[in-house]
């Protein structure tokens, strides 16, 4: 009873019950916000209150205040506070295993979002890529000088960004949205340079031509394909199109090997030298 309970008893009682759980659920609710938050399931009381058994339902009764006041501090934290007080027959390691589960994501959906994630960090590159392009064009003032004795210029390099583009990637980028596997011819990118930038009969490369409008062309070239690939189903990006050196490999795989050839000449103009 209450009158006759010494003040031991009485604070063993609390400290168990609700001290513990507190300084319990402040440890562990750090390391939840720390990870980007979780699921705490304490353990309450439904029976009524019965003679000699005072501390502990008093004690149980502010672990129902506590769990109300910690659900609506930790919200903020993605933490989610849960009191379970099971009847008479009731499972209570299923009820826990419940609650701790509810609203969280599965596995595979875990693993969708960083993949999602990881999908927008590519585009938002490739979106990128026209600005990063242009920082490196103005750190290197003589556009038509050699980068290196025997190399190509940055006018040159930036032609054969621009016609790759063209040519390769997002043609192969589409081809895959728009028809069930196709098969790509490969590119000879030896004989396409020797054709394009070369001295020979047959020589298309014009160092005259603006580096204005080529830049133009490859910024629309990355803003279409970011554009188009923003807009398509997740499982689109597993479609597959198939080189015959290659082999098969998905829209995402293309994609980015699209963005790695860009990559691997903007660190040759962004150094001066060629890869």
């Not at 295993?97 to 994630?117: D, T």
Request: with cysteine; proline share 6%; hydrophobic share 45%.
């Amino acid at each position: 009873a209450l009158l006759e309970m010494d003040d031991w008893d009485w604070q063993r009682t609390l400290d168990v019950n609700l001290s513990g759980t507190f300084l319990l659920m402040q440890n562990v609710g750090r390391v939840m916000r720390a990870q980007g938050g979780g699921v705490m399931v304490n353990l309450g009381a439904r029976a009524k209150a019965q003679e000699n058994r005072g501390a502990y339902f008093v004690s149980k009764a502010g672990l129902v205040a506590l769990t109300e006041q910690a659900a609506g501090e930790f919200a903020a934290e993605n933490i989610r506070v849960y009191l379970v007080a099971p009847g008479e027959g009731e499972n209570l390691v299923e009820k826990v295993i419940s609650l701790a589960g509810a609203g969280l994501p599965r596995p595979e959906e875990v693993k969708m979002e960083k993949l999602l994630e990881y999908r927008q960090r590519f585009l938002d590159k490739l979106s990128a890529a026209p600005d990063e392009l242009r920082a490196a064009l103005a750190a290197i003032p003589d556009p038509r000088a050699p980068l290196e004795a025997g190399s190509w210029n940055l006018h040159q390099v930036l032609v054969h960004m621009r016609d790759v583009n063209a040519q390769v990637y997002p043609p192969r980028l589409y081809r895959i949205l728009d028809e069930e596997n196709p098969t790509f011819e490969n590119f000879d990118g030896d004989a396409w340079m020797a054709a394009h930038y070369g001295s020979a009969v047959g020589y298309h490369y014009d160092p005259n031509e603006p580096l204005e409008a080529i830049q133009a062309e490859f910024a629309r070239q990355c803003a279409e394909a970011a554009d188009r690939l923003r807009n398509i189903p997740a499982e689109a990006w597993s479609r597959p199109g198939t080189h015959p050196a290659y082999g098969t490999h998905t829209l995402q795989w293309w994609a980015e090997r699209m963005l790695a050839h860009i990559e691997e000449h903007l660190m040759q103009l962004q150094r001066g030298k060629p890869v």
